[in-house]
């Protein structure tokens, strides 16, 4: 199993936080903790700056989980967040819309945005 770096700790930390209504942070970070091999890194973000208004109460207040897969078994990471994660919503981005939101052209990274209302 990979070793999960620094940084994607810390964000697991701000996703334990953000739970709200039927999104279960702890939960989805033990699964994404328990397979390793189906993604390269997450976060969770949104958009807009609700995060900067609620972070003087303690308050994470992120709507969106973003996932690069490793292409290993992506069902299987689709089938946890409707399945288990009880996500409202799970789409890939489109090859333009990864380029321009990564960085990174052309990308050859598939990425799995997952949203909870």
């Keep these: ?5 620094k940084v994607q700790r810390l964000m697991f930390d701000l996703i334990r ?3 709200f209504n039927d999104f279960d942070g702890q939960m989805v970070v033990q699964n994404l903790t328990e ?3 189906l ?3 997450c976060i969770m973000d949104g958009n807009d700056l609700i995060k900067l208004r ?3 109460d ?5 709507d969106t989980l973003y996932i690069i897969t490793t292409g290993v078994d992506d069902e299987k990471l689709e089938r946890m967040a409707t399945d288990l994660w009880c996500a409202n919503e799970v789409v890939y981005l ?3 819309e990864a380029e321009h939101r990564l960085g990174t ?3 050859e990274y598939k990425v799995l945005k997952i949203w909870w209302d």
């Design 58 to 62: 303690n308050l994470w207040n992120a």
């Design 54 to 56: 609620d972070i003087s």
């Design 35 to 37: 397979h390793r091999d």
């Design 94 to 96: 489109n090859k333009d």
């Design 105 to 107: 052209y052309p990308c």
């Design 17 to 19: 936080l953000a739970s």
């Design 39 to 41: 993604w390269l890194g």
């Design 1 to 5: 199993m990979e070793k999960i770096c």
